[in-house]
């Protein structure tokens, strides 16, 4: 397989989701260029409208009118977050401090996943929530007057640490949150690019109240969980390198990036600048000779979303790949352990499933086989990948679902692909 070219993937789906809400909450217009048009992004989209703000369609270039901490109208309808546990998440936190009621709905992959993790904290602030089956949605989020918190979680996820952090703004109460490990830190960089208070304290964030958010203007940069497989794409190629301008390469989003240099890939981060509080740059990969490595601990987080690609690019490196510390795998669209693992065994492939984790065993050998998604975005796209791979025949069953994240990726794998 040759591979060559530049691609600049679409916009970043944790900023584009944090752009939309923060521009919402703020005093005035704000205007969000580069925003990431897809279903999920959309769910956040509608959520706000169905809150009485004047969120335009997704575009290159849009103007969002604020309505300030307070603004938000009762909603006359159910709240349907799609497939996003991120809308569902940050705005339980947002509407958690209104003096309204709240209801979450979404679809069946969205309504299997744990909500307790907000539920938690939000109700330690004082918010009352409640779960319709189990932990999941549908969910009624009875919003009011919040106290002050300070929370430590025991896994480390940006969306429980956002929800917080915006259930004390929205309620203008101070707040912390301290985690096991860093998770993405969007959330707090652009709070303070709009002039909010975030401190570092003793190992955990805290929120200083504010009585209004300014406006700002926001460029989304490309996404790094999507540009990370096309990394990965370079790195499994036999000739030829590609670039990625203008990728987030925030600390927190680049464990990937890592993971592929130490499993021998040639990964260049060049043209580095800031641009509304998030460091950017091209991404310059092209292959080497891969072997297995070992992921864990802290830098799960980093690449959480990345997990299931990694597990894909060892199954095609030589020697073992051992992942712990991804439990919170279990819990995403699909159990993308279970999944990864079946999926790699049904090509052939010798990998087996950890409580946390996998262990996969790289082999040369041609791929073949038809991969279950289970709806699931990430592992539609990481097996979409193999199937580039010499003498591989890999069908996947739902190409459609990539819509979530990344539209047009099919369309960009064929043209990256060269023969």
């Known amino acids: 397989m040759n591979i060559g070219g530049s691609i600049r993937v679409p916009g970043d789906k944790s900023i584009s989701h944090r752009a939309l809400i923060l521009a919402a909450l703020g005093s005035g217009v704000s205007t969000v260029r580069g925003i990431l048009d897809s279903h999920d992004v959309r769910s956040t989209a509608s959520v706000l409208r169905a809150l009485g703000v004047d969120v335009p369609a997704l575009a290159p270039e849009m103007r969002v009118h604020g309505v300030e901490l307070h603004g938000l109208r009762a909603p006359g309808r159910d709240l349907d977050c799609g497939n996003s546990g991120t809308t569902t998440r940050l705005m339980a936190g947002v509407v958690a401090a209104q003096p309204f009621t709240s209801r979450f709905v979404g679809d069946e992959s969205l309504s299997r996943r744990p909500m307790r993790r907000i539920i938690r904290p939000l109700e330690a602030m004082g918010a009352r929530l ?6 999941g949605l549908p969910m009624v989020v009875y919003g009011g007057r919040l106290r002050a918190v300070d929370w430590r979680t025991e896994v480390a996820s940006a969306q429980v640490k956002s929800a917080i952090l915006l259930a004390g703004l929205a309620a203008e109460v101070p707040v912390s949150v301290a985690e ?9 960089r652009m709070l303070r690019s709009r ?17 209004s958010l300014a406006a700002a203007d926001v ?8 540009a990370a497989f096309f990394a990965a794409l370079a790195a499994m190629a036999d000739h030829g390198e590609l670039l ?28 580095e600048a800031v ?23 802290d830098e799960v987080p980093s690449m959480v979303d990345e997990i299931s690609l990694a597990a894909c690019v060892a199954a095609r490196a030589e020697g073992i790949t051992k992942i712990t510390g991804a439990g919170e795998l279990r819990v995403k669209e699909s159990d993308r352990i279970a999944t990864v693992v079946a999926n790699l065994r049904t090509l052939g492939v010798d990998a087996e499933e950890l409580p946390d984790g996998m262990v996969v065993h790289g082999s040369r050998a041609p791929l073949r086989g038809a991969i279950t998604t289970h709806g699931d975005h990430r592992i539609a796209m990481a097996f979409g990948l193999l199937g580039t791979t010499d003498g591989a025949a890999i069908e996947i069953d739902d190409r459609a679902c990539v819509e979530v994240s990344f539209p047009g990726f099919w369309e960009l794998l064929a043209g990256a692909v060269q023969g």
């Not at 409640?130 to 932990?135: I, L, S």
């Not at 641009?275 to 490595?293: D, F, K, Y």
């Open 180 to 188: 096991p490990f860093l998770s993405r830190d969007h959330t707090e």
């Open 244 to 271: 990625l301008p203008d990728v987030c390469v925030n600390p927190t989003r680049t464990g990937f990036l890592q993971v592929l240099r130490r499993m021998g890939a040639r990964v260049e981060i060049v043209d």
């Open 219 to 226: 460029d989304v940069p490309a996404d790094p969980s999507s």
């Open 130 to 135: 409640q779960c319709e089956r189990g932990e």
């Open 275 to 297: 641009r509304g509080g998030e460091p950017v740059a091209t991404l310059r990969v092209s292959a080497g000779a891969l072997h297995g490595t070992d992921i864990a601990g």
């Open 195 to 211: 002039g909010v208070r975030v401190l570092d304290r003793d190992g955990a964030v805290a929120l200083e109240p504010v009585s």
